[in-house]
């Protein structure tokens, strides 16, 4: 409690006037500097780096051999061939197991195969930048990513229909992946493959979804 | 002694300042709700500290130190869902605290500034609950928190960097837990106390503000004991009420989160039903402003939710009637009242939006612990059971979720305009040898229960044994609220 009859007097001089004034003023510059000085690190600190925003760069990974040969030799219907991926999470490093489907066709089933799906055989144009391009001229197999185009469910076989199906919003598509019904804006989504050495890998690449283009969001 | 400290700090004198405070026309229980929102806020942060002594951001480690809690850790499963529902009844109380400020009228001059510090302290325990929801990393934290992470994306100019901001990086992952950690146990905490703070000083610097009447009460009550005995009351059946709510509905922890099960249906918490239901009850797209669409969702999650708030915030300027009595105000309330209407309709449209979601989907509903779980140890029971059963239903079900669950959905509750449901469907309980001839030779085009279906079910006699079809049918005649026969082998051998 302030002692009413104790007040500071001070004169009113110009020089009085002129001192406050002075020290004021560095007062609220020294806060300023003080409080910029701790937030404008703080906040840039917080501005996703580069590093995490990096779309990565593509990885080959070895496809499961036993499932593979597997594959080559007798599936007549798509098969899941599993491989393992190792994903850059933050500062985590996570190792999982990941699946893609199989598609083995016959010379016929390759005409049928190019007719259906165009996409998969034209150059990108646009902004679209491949890394890595798909290419499954004459190879007698395709590889799609599980991940349906629509919303990202994943879709499985339908052996009786003899088609794709995304039990989520009910997307189908065809053995080679073309869009038949459902929501979905696009085919199913093509991953590079290739066979070095008798070792046949894969590329895992994210695409937007919804869109009816094929985007490249990140390689992991 | 109580000299002695009057002479050091001055708090005797305080405390019977603050004590003595008048309340104009006496105490009421209407004035109880700020304080019981106090009461569940120091109960939030008591909660909250303890579960930092275990709880680790990481997303290695947020659902496994979540489980821990669960299993080994003495009162975890008690405190933690204290603190689940301590969320639930500070965000009630704050709601019922707004209500009566507003219709008693009480924002108005000289209590403005005050009504928009309350304004933004539950805009920022909103914000705590949003946080808060992902930190168990369980399934519902993972897809609820894509949505919300994906909305304030969506929205205009400042979307992507807002969205950058809470997600640090291309998919959600451990640094989104950490950054969620932050915002939830430092940011906002501290600036929420900081308020409530500056709120009570405010309060007790215009005093307070008595019924809504334009007249000076004559009648005066007295803080201590009269209101402070109210206050009692409401904050120990606030305690009451969380603490009956921890015990009997433990807070639900489903399994980990999976980034690739894109197929779960996430469930936001109840106060965030009335956005949920407004979101599903706009169209896709609505209209265009120049070649910007508009769509229902920008409608929904940005310019509605931001026109609330503005109201909100700007509500002691937009009412400029000095006059607080009722009758003098017939606007106002009617329209307050009619906002409270058709929230709770959208409220509840939200929650049904939401429970047939969840019917429709395929799966992981089920929480591995707090209420709705499987009790201790049938875990283990179900993992030796399934082995060696001879039990046809039980064996039905591994054929049903590798050859039917994908179009029927696990469930049971079909795919909408796909494929029909079986739970609940008098076709799958009635005549078996009619069941029996649908699997066999399949089905298309057929109307079933009034809706018809785009997929076709293909003819699955060849592909699955005939004990397998018997083992399939049985096990959906006799799953979820189903209770037909079983059906044997010999039973579809007979069938053409």
């Not at chain 2, 997303?59 to 639930?88: N, Q």
């Not at chain 2, 940005?302 to 915030?313: K, N, T, W």
């Not at chain 2, 005549?431 to 279906?453: C, E, R, W, Y």
Request: charged share 15%.
């Amino acid at each position: 409690m302030s002692d009413p009859t104790h007040v500071h007097e001070e004169p009113e001089t110009p020089e009085e006037i002129s001192r406050r004034t002075f020290m004021a003023q560095v007062t609220v510059i020294a806060g300023t500097i003080v409080g910029l000085g701790v937030a404008i690190p703080v906040l840039a600190g917080l501005v996703p780096t580069k590093d995490v925003l990096d779309a990565g760069k593509p990885k080959w990974y070895p496809l499961n051999a036993d499932e593979f040969a597997q594959f080559q030799k007798t599936a007549t219907d798509p098969m899941k061939i599993t491989f393992r991926k190792t994903v850059v999470d933050g500062y985590l490093m996570n190792t999982t197991d990941e699946y893609v489907w199989g598609v083995r066709m016959t010379p016929d089933q390759e005409a049928q195969f190019k007719a259906d799906r165009p996409d998969l055989f034209q150059v990108p144009s646009g902004e679209v930048k491949y890394e890595v391009p798909v290419t499954y001229e004459n190879i007698g197999i395709a590889l799609f990513s599980p991940i349906c185009p629509h919303l990202g469910c994943r879709f499985n076989w339908n052996k009786g229909a003899q088609q794709f199906l995304c039990p989520c919003h009910g997307s189908t598509y065809t053995k080679f992946g073309k869009h038949m019904a459902g929501p979905a804006n696009r085919g199913l989504d093509p991953l590079p493959f290739k066979d070095t050495s008798g070792i046949a890998q894969v590329t895992w690449v994210n695409y937007d979804q919804t869109v009816a283009d094929r985007v490249i969001v990140s390689y992991t | 002694m109580l000299n002695w400290i009057e002479e050091r700090t001055g708090g005797i004198s305080a405390l019977k300042n603050f004590l003595t405070e008048d309340v104009p026309g006496g105490a009421s229980y209407w004035y109880v709700f700020g304080s019981a929102t106090l009461i569940a806020l120091v109960i939030q942060i008591i909660t909250g500290i303890f579960l930092t002594f275990y709880y680790a951001p990481s997303a290695d480690t947020a659902w496994e130190s979540t489980k821990f809690i669960y299993d080994h850790v003495a009162g975890g499963p008690f405190l933690l869902s204290m603190h689940f529902w301590g969320a639930s009844a500070m965000i009630a109380l704050m709601t019922m605290h707004l209500l009566q400020v507003m219709i008693w009228g009480a924002y108005k001059r000289p209590r403005e500034i005050m009504w928009v510090i309350g304004v933004i302290l539950f805009l920022l325990t909103l914000v705590l609950g949003l946080t808060g929801y992902l930190l168990p990393w369980d399934l519902n934290a993972y897809a609820a928190s894509q949505v919300s992470i994906k909305i304030a994306g969506d929205i205009p100019i400042v979307g992507p960097a807002q969205a950058n901001f809470l997600q640090d990086g291309l998919q959600m992952g451990t640094l989104t837990i950490n950054r969620f950690f932050g915002i939830h146990v430092w940011l906002i905490p501290i600036t929420l106390l900081a308020l409530v703070g500056l709120h009570l000083a405010v309060f007790r610097h215009n005093g307070a503000a008595g019924p809504p009447a334009d007249e000076t009460p004559r009648k005066f009550g007295r803080f201590y004991p009269d209101q402070i005995f109210m206050d009692t009351v409401a904050s120990l059946v606030t305690f009451a009420v969380i603490v009956a709510l921890a015990m009997w509905l433990p807070a639900p922890l489903l399994a980990k989160a999976d980034p690739t099960n894109s197929a779960f249906v996430p469930s936001p918490a109840w106060y965030f039903f009335p956005l949920f239901g407004l979101l599903n009850l706009l169209p896709g797209n609505m209209f265009s402003i120049g070649s910007f669409p508009v769509s229902g969702e920008l409608i929904g999650t940005a310019v509605v939710p931001a026109v609330f708030v503005g109201i909100l915030l700007l509500l002691p300027w937009i009412d400029r009637n000095r006059k607080r009595a009722l009758n003098q105000r017939p606007y106002f309330v009617g329209f307050t009242f009619l906002s409270v209407i058709a929230v709770l309709g959208l409220g509840w449209y939200g929650a049904a939006s939401v429970q047939a979601h969840i019917a429709a989907s395929p799966g992981g509903q089920t929480p591995v612990r707090g209420y709705g779980a499987p009790p201790p140890g049938a875990e283990q029971a179900a993992a030796g059971g399934t082995t060696t059963t001879s039990n046809p239903v039980a064996l039905g079900q591994a054929v049903f979720s590798q050859n039917c669950a994908s179009c029927h959905s696990a469930n049971g509750g079909g795919v909408p305009n796909l494929a029909p449901p079986l739970d609940n469907n008098p076709f799958v309980t009635g005549d078996p040898a009619k069941v029996i001839a649908v699997v066999d030779n399949g089905l298309h085009g057929q109307t079933v229960m009034g809706k018809s279906f785009s997929a076709q079910m293909p003819p699955w006699k060849g592909q699955l044994t005939p004990s397998q079809i018997a083992q399939v049918i049985s096990f959906i005649r006799g799953s979820w609220s189903n209770h037909a026969s079983v059906v044997t082998e010999a039973q579809v051998k007979a069938v053409k």
